[in-house]
T-cell receptor, first 115, second 110 residues
Framework: NAGVTQTPKFQVLKTGQSMTLQCAQD?????MYWYRQDPGMGLRLIYY???????DKGEVPNGYNVSRLNKREFSLRLESAAPSQTSVYFC??????????????FGNGTRLTVT | GIQVEQSPPDLILQEGANSTLRCNFS?????LQWFHQNPWGQLINLFY?????KQNGRLSATTVATERYSLLYISSSQTTDSGVYFC????????????WGAGTKLIIKP
């Protein structure tokens, strides 16, 4: 049981380049999330998807777009990367649905550097 | 919005010591989780505990929802307990978003 899988693990981009971070979960969870973590801080929510077919903005959505491709997959896209987007990105999922208050499960993170 | 404060920000202990980490939150919550981020950056879910007490081995947690705080206890600390411990809460008016504290950085010395 792989849980939440993120790819890639590491990425270096130049300012203005674009890329997509991939996330997949095999736990049949309804809700999926993208967070960023900056040094010395807790996580901040970028976007989330409460269920397949829906996406909503979190605390820090500017500069990002998301796609909930199907129930398993939730991708995060940076259209024009900026140095301020240098961070560690975490994908997470949780059941929701009949269990609205349920634990989050995290992937191992993607370390992104924008030069 | 809801505020989450964790204390202490940093804690250095010798192996074998016990510790208590605190999470205060400013409003009623319907979700509270404790996470451990190990030195390799992995986030591990320790407890889902919006109220009550739970134990898992050397770790236990208590949330007193009416007084808006949660405590994480670590007994007989080991070097592998080192890392950052985060508390995250869900507000009553939201089923989806978690608000995170800034974490407690714990260093266990051998």
């Amino acid at each position: 049981n792989a849980g939440v899988t993120q790819t890639p693990k590491f990425q270096v981009l130049k300012t203005g380049q674009s890329m997509t971070l991939q996330c997949a979960q095999d736990m049949n969870h309804n809700s999926m999330y993208w967070y960023r973590q900056d040094p010395g801080m807790g996580l901040r929510l970028i976007y989330y998807s409460a269920s397949e077919g829906t996406t909503d903005k979190g605390e820090v959505p500017n500069g990002y777009n998301v796609s909930r491709l199907n129930k398993r997959e939730f991708s995060l896209r940076l259209e024009s990367a900026a140095p301020s987007q240098t961070s560690v990105y975490f994908c997470a999922s949780r059941p929701q649905g009949t269990r609205p208050n349920s634990p989050l499960h995290f992937g191992n993170g993607t370390r992104l550097t924008v030069t | 919005g809801i505020q989450v404060e964790q204390s202490p920000p940093d804690l250095i202990l010798q192996e074998g010591a016990n510790s208590t980490l605190r999470c205060n939150f400013s409003d009623s919550v319907n979700n509270l989780q404790w996470f451990h981020q190990n030195p390799w950056g992995q986030l591990i879910n320790l407890f889902y505990i919006p109220s009550g007490t739970k134990q898992n081995g050397r770790l236990s947690a208590t949330t007193v929802a009416t007084e808006r705080y949660s405590l994480l206890y670590i007994s007989s600390s080991q070097t592998t307990d080192s890392g950052v411990y985060f508390c995250a809460v869900g507000a009553m008016d939201s089923n989806y978003q978690l608000i995170w504290g800034a974490g407690t950085k714990l260093i266990i010395k051998p």
